[in-house]
């Protein structure tokens, strides 16, 4: 005797109904971005993509790539874009952008297409284990299985989808992963209108998604009193921001506002959106470059907001005075790598900053000491000289390029409101040192980084993704290593309709190791190859295979003549401005001893 099949259960067009209930899903709960790249077991999941006219898509070969300009997407969004991949090692090239959401606190939503069980440990073709495939990189793991025409795992598809949104987003930003095994055949039946299974899933989708209000990281009040206190007693205090998501700019006016009353000084690095901000200290980067200047200014209060600012000059800082009362302000890490905090506060830094800006309004008349004023003058004085220091140096270099001089033309060149993507890690650092000042600031430059942990891994990607979603011109600023290693995100620039400047600074390598002690040690004395790892490679020809136009550059003039015409064509352009090869640690060297002087 034959079984017969359960009848309640139907299995015809099952499979493609269930892709479209979760990518349906996925659009009812607020994603409106994917990107695919190519492969056969993610098909239903592709097709139901197609089918939805809510999803803008993007196709990328390159999976390491796509993953990084999702990311990019995300970032300037504040939504997550959602990765649709392969089986086998596909979903593996996306861990370099899944770590990088985690310790940036950016959201992603990655679905791996899976082989059915049946082929498990089978030695079966590109089959392998992808349970759990990025450990604990993302926020959550979903085993979506095979489908299943049970109503409640119907609807269970449904909510895993708004679960998955909403644990990239809360209560910490970053990847989360869901894995969902499929069999052949991959493509929906010709026929299905009629199906009992379509029917289920149209019922499911009429009904409205789950939603969640995100709560608010309010401080509490006690917590901001006592931050005020310590302020009222300090006569020495700094505020400093770090690197801070897209967006922070928004903080500005309410941080001013404190600050000022609490007769306080205000550092911020470009990364952190507030960086020329005109009541930020500028130069301040220069002026902790000098060791004597470092040991003058001793704070009596340092308050960090974010991540700690990137430039090694302020752990020096830091390490000087390591005594004084520190206090870390954020929504999300730890974000104390000297371990000298000794007041920590996660909250969101809106409230908390207008809360503190309330708060201290009363205080004017207290805190407006000779002492408070005496510490913003001696700190003015000192910039002063360091952006005099600063424009001698720059002006010293010439008409042919340097480090300095490509940060200081770009930016520059910028309009206002620009997207900056500022790539690790020579980049971010000459910006932060160089490049001082600018002089407009409405709107100001949206600042891109990669600082999360710091890699090279596709920027490239990272940057045009972030450009994708940015409603103006964008440029990056970019190593030759960090180009070379983003080759395949090359390709996600191509179809950009709005300008976008990729500026390649080419000093023949990784130059951020000359700065290290090791360049000088004599266990290196045989060569430092395997650190800046020289090349002789034609960059142009990575720009001329996918059709971008490519300028080589070696003066100023020809570098501001070059992202002048960029900013004024639709697309990609790929600049190559050639510097000395060691000329970024020899220039930093003359600017200090400049500065001591």
């Known amino acids: 005797m034959s079984l017969q099949p359960y009848r309640d259960t139907p299995t015809d067009g099952l499979q493609a109904e269930w892709a479209r209930l979760l990518l349906t899903s996925f659009a009812d709960a607020g994603v409106r971005r994917v990107v695919v790249s190519p492969g056969s077991r993610s098909t239903p999941f592709v097709l139901a993509a197609l089918a939805e006219p809510r999803l803008e898509r993007v196709d990328i070969v390159d999976e390491r790539a796509a993953s990084f300009h999702a990311l990019g997407q995300a970032k300037r969004t504040g939504w997550p874009t959602l990765l649709i991949r392969t089986s086998g090692t596909a979903g593996a090239n996306d861990l370099p952008a899944v770590i990088e959401a985690g310790a940036s606190f950016a ?38 299985g095979a489908a299943d025409a049970a109503p409640r795992a119907l609807r269970a598809v449904r909510r895993v989808a708004a679960q998955a949104v909403l644990r990239s987003r809360w209560p910490e930003p970053g990847a989360v992963h869901l894995n969902a095994r499929a069999r052949k055949p991959l493509e929906p039946p ?7 299974i379509r029917r289920r899933v149209d019922d499911i ?38 690197p801070l998501p897209i967006g922070s700019s928004q903080l500005g006016p309410a941080l001013r506002r404190w600050v000022d009353h609490m007769g306080m000084v205000w550092l911020a690095e470009p990364s952190s959106q507030l960086g020329w901000h005109e009541s930020v200290v500028a130069g301040w980067q220069a002026i902790l470059e000098n060791a004597a200047w470092r040991q003058e200014l001793e704070p009596d209060l340092i308050v ?10 302020w752990e020096r800082y830091l390490d000087a005075h390591s005594h004084v009362e520190s206090w870390v302000l954020g929504p999300y890490g730890w974000n104390d790598p000297t371990n000298t905090a000794r007041h920590r506060a996660i909250a969101d830094l809106e409230p908390t900053l207008a809360g503190l800006a309330e708060r201290s309004a009363s205080e004017t008349s207290e805190t407006a000491t000779p002492e408070t004023n005496d510490w913003r ?53 000459t910006v932060g040192l160089w490049a001082a000042t600018r002089e407009s600031h409405d709107p100001p430059l949206t600042v891109l980084h990669q600082r999360g942990t710091s890699g090279i891994d596709g920027q490239t990607a990272h940057a045009a993704g972030a450009a994708s979603r940015h409603d103006g011109p964008a440029a990056l600023l970019i190593g030759d290593l960090g180009f070379l290693h983003d080759l395949g995100g090359l390709a996600t620039a191509t179809s950009l309709e709005r300008p976008f400047v990729i500026v390649v600074v080419d000093n023949r390598g990784g130059r951020i190791f000359e700065h290290l002690p090791l360049a000088t040690h004599p266990a290196v004395a045989g060569g430092f190859e395997p650190w800046t790892t020289p090349h002789d490679y034609e960059l142009g020809a990575a720009a001329k295979l996918y059709g971008l136009p490519h300028h080589r550059v070696t003066e100023r003039r020809e570098l501001a003549e070059s992202i002048d015409a960029a900013l004024r064509r639709r697309g990609a352009t790929v600049i190559q401005a050639v510097v000395p090869p060691s000329g970024a640690v020899e220039d930093t060297k003359r600017l200090r001893r400049a500065l001591a002087e």
């Open 107 to 144: 959201p992603l939503v990655i679905l791996t297409a899976d082989r059915p069980v049946e082929l498990a440990a089978s030695d079966a073709n590109q089959t392998i284990d992808q349970i759990k495939l990025f450990g604990d990189h993302v926020r959550q793991f979903f085993d979506l």
């Open 190 to 196: 010709t026929d299905r209108e009629t199906s009992e």
């Open 205 to 242: 989708l009429a009904t409205p998604i789950v939603t969640t209000q995100l709560p608010s990281r309010t401080p509490d009040g006690s917590l901001l009193d006592d931050l005020i206190d310590a302020c009222r007693r300090s006569e020495r205090g700094i505020v400093v921001c770090g």
């Open 304 to 313: 960090q907001l974010g991540a700690p600012p990137t430039t090694a000059a």
């Open 377 to 429: 003058d001696r700190w003015d004085r000192h910039a002063q000289r360091a952006l005099r220091t600063l424009q001698l140096e720059r002006d010293a270099m010439g008409e042919p390029l340097h480090e300095a001089t490509v940060a200081t033309t770009l930016i520059e060149a910028l309009p206002d409101g620009a997207l900056l993507s500022l790539g690790n890690s020579l980049p971010i650092r």
